[in-house]
């Protein structure tokens, strides 16, 4: 396991952007697969992105943008036009690097055995 941390939330209003940053900790940050999931009140966790170890991307909406700094151990989310329904808890999870999986496996939160704390994101209307 790896710690993370996560950054940027905020509130914005709807049409604005943000850029997310989940930073971990460790010389082996590179060989995880960082995703991105998110909770809102009353709901169920929900995947958001994620961003392989190998550098395949899969966003779950064409409005957020994945990509890593591995130099700075960090995995960004850009998010763009954001609306009220964006509003929730965002975290950030990590699994150790394991090849031949596709994108439902990686969208399963239940694989990841590192997880941030999460940060908040408001979007007003």
């Known amino acids: 396991q790896i710690q993370l941390v996560e950054s940027g939330g905020g509130v914005v209003q709807a049409g604005g952007s943000l850029r997310l940053s989940c930073t971990g900790s460790?010389?082996?940050?590179?060989?995880?697969?960082v995703a991105w999931f998110r909770q809102s009140a009353g709901k169920e966790r929900e995947f958001v992105a994620v961003?392989?170890?190998?550098g395949v991307a899969d966003p779950a909406r064409g409005r957020f943008f994945i990509a890593r700094d591995n130099a700075k151990n960090t995995v960004y989310l850009q998010m763009s036009n954001l609306q009220p329904e964006d509003t929730a808890i965002y975290y950030c999870?990590?699994?150790?690097?394991?090849?031949?999986?596709?994108?439902?496996?990686?969208?399963?939160?239940?694989?990841?055995?590192?997880w941030g704390k999460g940060t908040a994101v408001t979007v007003s209307s």
């Open positions: 460790g010389r082996a940050f590179s060989t995880y697969t």
């Open positions: 999870a990590a699994q150790k690097g394991v090849a031949g999986k596709g994108n439902t496996y990686y969208r399963d939160a239940s694989i990841y055995d590192s």
């Open positions: 961003l392989r170890w190998s």
